[in-house]
């Protein structure tokens, strides 16, 4: 397993850019190919899973590659084949979009589960639900979810649960759909509305993206065209607290303020100061930062992928703050955070964090993607030397994080894993030419 080493104790200085968000990225490069012709994606991050979604999608016909300008180009007109390999879509629940991909394409997909992880068990029943009531046959064999369309028609599909992948995956399958399509109760995410800009630059009619119901006018076809998509607001958060956890002072460029408003909040009551301006979020910490209460929720609440970031910040404020998690079984890290002296219990799902003055570094494991960013902050913070492992998890979601926390001070190396290494390199250069 790859590691870092991070040297605790500097507060972070300087300005950072924030890279593309990897949830908009995925749903985008997928939905580029349910059009004809060539996409042009800009502000894609490289990081592991824009890697492993596109390398699915290649498997599956499409070509795809960066160019030396850093933009993704997409041409999905060999996509023919309906088989997702599973060595590949195990790696990551986001591929499960292929699925929504392949029924409005060539009218049936067969996709492996997604499956359990280290956030609990995490089903796919609403997608299938919707896909049915789209006229869909769904059968799940061996492990492989076999879906199957002549024709898919629109209707009303209540969403049980705000759920940001069902949203997406009914938005790809209904795009090109026979009328319309009502999705109640959809998820409000940015990345939701991101993915509908890019499908109505290409030809989609879709309407009320960022409220409760989006409605989706079937349209004949699609045709690629040039996007840039938003910014990762979960790095843009990582970073602010990156900065408040080490008493630092930093500049994050390329960010949407608005996108990032619950934890601006968040990061302001624990005594965070924070300027924005149109494109940009000035951090400045001055004091210890101060404990905190909060529940995740569905946006514009509190993004479940900014608790465990926010978890390490307060493990080291002065007092006692109760973070309820309400989207997933998502508190398994804390005990990698105990290892480093933080003094954390954790009732079902509620964890009660009484802050110390002090992290001391430890041997820890990341146990996934925001969980180790967790611990990489925590470790900013520490006294003595931290050494991270698992951290092609952290690769996952954040485009060269070590790299940018050296730009502003930080002390982290990074000791690649000979075996991670060949699959990174192998991953990174063959996206550098057509295949
Ligand atoms: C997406 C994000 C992830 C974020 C999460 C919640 C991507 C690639 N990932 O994940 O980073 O943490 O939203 O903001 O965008 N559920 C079901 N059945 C389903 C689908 C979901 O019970 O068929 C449940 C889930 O277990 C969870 C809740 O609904 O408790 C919300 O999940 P969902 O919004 O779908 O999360 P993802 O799309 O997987």
């Not at 180009?73 to 392949?102: C, N, T, W």
């Not at 409005?104 to 995490?122: M, Q, Y």
């Not at 199957?148 to 399958?173: C, D, H, Q």
């Not at 992290?359 to 146990?367: M, S």
Request: proline share 3%; aromatic share 4%.
């Amino acid at each position: 397993m790859a590691k870092l080493i991070v040297r605790g104790g500097t507060p972070l200085k300087g300005k950072v850019r924030i890279s593309g968000a990897k949830n908009s990225a995925l749903p985008i490069i997928v939905a580029a190919c349910l059009a004809e012709g060539e996409s042009v994606l800009e502000n894609i991050p490289r990081d592991i899973d824009v890697y492993t979604i596109s390398m699915i999608l290649r498997e599956l016909g499409a070509d795809i590659w960066f160019d030396e300008a850093d933009r993704l180009h997409v041409i999905p007109d060999g996509l023919e084949k309906h088989q997702a390999s599973y060595d590949l879509v195990r790696r990551m629940r986001a591929s499960f979009y292929v699925a929504g991909l392949l029924l409005a394409r060539l009218g049936k997909a067969e996709v492996p589960l997604p499956g359990g992880c280290a956030l609990g068990s995490r089903p796919v029943d609403y997608h299938l639900k919707g896909f049915q009531a789209l006229g869909a046959t769904i059968n799940i064999e061996h492990g492989y979810v076999k879906a199957e369309a002549k024709e898919l028609v629109g209707t009303k599909i209540y969403i049980n649960r705000s759920s940001v992948g069902t949203t997406m995956n009914l938005m790809l399958a209904a795009a090109q759909a026979q009328g319309t399509t009502l999705l109640e109760n959809a998820a409000k995410e940015p990345e939701i509305v991101d993915l509908a800009i890019y499908l109505n630059s290409m030809g989609a009619r879709i309407r009320g993206a960022g409220t409760d119901v989006i409605r989706i006018d079937g349209v004949e076809g699609l045709k690629g065209t040039e996007y840039s998509i938003i910014s990762d607001r979960i790095e843009a958060g990582t970073f602010m607290v990156a900065c408040g956890i080490t008493g630092g002072d930093v500049v994050l460029d390329n960010v949407v303020p608005e996108h990032l408003r619950s934890t601006i909040l968040k990061c302001a009551e624990a005594g965070l100061e924070i300027e924005e301006g149109p494109n940009e979020i000035r951090v400045c910490a001055n004091k210890r930062p101060v404990a905190v209460d909060l529940e995740t929720a569905p946006y514009p609440g509190f993004a479940t992928d900014m608790q465990q970031p926010f978890v390490a910040m307060m493990a080291v404020a002065e007092g006692t703050s109760v973070i309820r998690e309400t989207i997933f079984d998502r508190f398994r890290y804390v005990d990698e955070l105990r290892r480093m002296g933080a003094d954390i219990k954790v009732d079902r799902d509620t964890a009660i964090i009484r802050g110390v003055e002090e992290l001391t570094g430890a041997p820890v494991e990341a146990t996934d993607l925001r969980a180790g960013a967790a611990l990489v902050l925590a470790a900013l913070s520490a006294k003595g030397e931290t050494e991270i492992s698992g951290v092609e998890l952290v690769d996952r979601g954040y485009e060269h994080l070590d790299e940018k926390l050296r730009q502003l001070g930080a002390h982290v190396t990074r000791i690649a894993d000979q075996e991670d290494d060949d699959l990174t390199k192998h991953l990174t250069t063959s996206f550098l030419e057509r295949c």
